[in-house]
């Protein structure tokens, strides 16, 4: 195996771990909720009001967090992470590509904060949501389930770009690029699989 065929296949490597460690983790949470909303949903005389609560509140969560939270922030800069991750290797942070990706570590000190304190407030609504009666909680539950799908599948449709070289528009905000203008985000992307040409498997 020639070594420009070794390093791409090094690459597309870090970036897969990174980014289906991200997928893996949101498929786990959509089963998860998605199997309770269902039992519930399935097995409970829902009221006229409740019925509309569920579908208004499905359009709001999805809208809301699967295409502005997942969709036009969240999955591109996973993406972008994990691709720049590939470009600029060191053992802890590919051996936590996942948490890399999620801008868990490795960040700049906005972003991480912004990150740490998403995930605080998922937290506590996880807790307030818990205490709900049934019928409520299900369809909680049922609506962050959409949400959480259509931001994993918009993800591994930024994840198809980046890897075929096309930008994805956002910086992967780690520290080193903190200070870049905002226009050099999309060429960061592209030098993720420019550098040696589109990854190949």
Same mark, same amino acid.
């Given at each position: 195996? !020639?070594?420009?065929?070794? =390093?791409?296949? /090094? ?7 990174? $980014? ?17 909303? $269902? ?7 829902? &009221? ?7 579908? *208004?509140?499905?359009? $709001?969560?999805?809208?809301? =967090? ?8 969240? !999955? ?5 992470? *994990? ?10 942070? %590919? ?7 999620? *801008?868990?570590?490795? @960040? ?14 998922? $937290? @506590? ?12 909680? @299900?369809?909680?539950?049922?609506? %962050?389930?959409? *949400?959480?799908?259509?931001? &994993?599948? !918009? ?15 956002? &910086?992967?905000?780690?520290? =080193?690029? @903190? ?6 985000? =999309?060429?960061?992307? /592209?030098?993720?699989?420019?550098? !040696? ?5």
């Amino acid at each position: 195996m !020639s070594p420009p065929l070794r =390093e791409r296949r /090094r690459r597309l490597a870090v970036v897969l771990w990174g $980014v289906l460690g991200v997928v893996a983790v949101l498929v786990e949470a959509i089963y998860r909720l998605g199997t309770l909303a $269902v039992r519930i949903l399935t097995t409970h005389a829902f &009221t006229t009001g409740q019925l509309i609560l569920l579908a *208004a509140w499905t359009v $709001v969560i999805v809208y809301f =967090e699967g295409y502005r939270g997942f969709q036009q922030r969240f !999955s591109p800069r996973v993406v972008a992470r *994990a691709l720049h991750l590939a470009e600029h290797r060191r053992p802890l942070h %590919v051996a936590l590509a996942p948490l890399y990706c999620m *801008a868990l570590l490795h @960040a700049t000190r906005r972003r991480l904060i912004a990150t740490w304190a998403l995930i605080a407030g998922i $937290v @506590a609504l996880i807790l307030l949501v818990r205490q709900m009666p049934a019928p409520y909680r @299900a369809i909680v539950d049922a609506g %962050v389930a959409l *949400a959480l799908a259509w931001g &994993t599948v !918009s993800i591994l449709v930024y994840l198809a770009r980046g890897l075929a070289g096309r930008p994805l528009g956002i &910086t992967p905000d780690v520290p =080193e690029a @903190a200070s870049r203008p905002t226009g050099d985000a =999309e060429e960061l992307a /592209r030098q993720a699989v420019q550098a !040696s040409g589109p990854f190949e498997p």
